[in-house]
């Protein structure tokens, strides 16, 4: 049975940092491209982060470039999103994606919500 499962949401100031997990089980990690999506109240789903399937090329939204970095720990089948100096903009639900070819997997999505 495939599982995404992410962890690492909550509440945060702004300016401070989360770290975002997502433990894979159930097919071959190392073979899928993860990425990182999020959507907001009342908007689409957008593509936040992406990493190849050995690490080796990574790719971000304009808007969190140079604050977010991508990661993976393939020995251990998870995604990781550390998430610096963050902003109010950047609340929203963080859904861990998997892809390989047709085979699309999804995470429940982990609230990070960014407020004074």
């Known amino acids: 049975q495939v599982q995404l499962v992410e962890s690492g949401g909550g509440l945060v100031q702004p300016g401070g940092s989360l770290r975002l997990s997502c433990a894979a089980s159930g097919f071959t990690f190392s073979n899928y491209i993860m990425s990182w999506h999020r959507q907001a109240p009342g908007k689409e789903r957008e593509l936040v982060a992406r990493?190849?399937?050995?690490?080796?090329?990574?790719n971000y939204a304009d808007s969190v470039k140079g604050r977010f970095t991508i990661s993976r720990d393939n020995a251990k089948n998870t995604v990781y999103l550390q998430m610096n100096s963050l902003k109010p903009e950047d609340t929203a639900v963080y859904y861990c994606n998997a892809v390989r070819g047709w085979r699309i997997h999804w995470g429940q999505g982990t609230q990070v919500t960014v407020s004074s």
């Open positions: 990493i190849s399937s050995v690490g080796g090329s990574t």
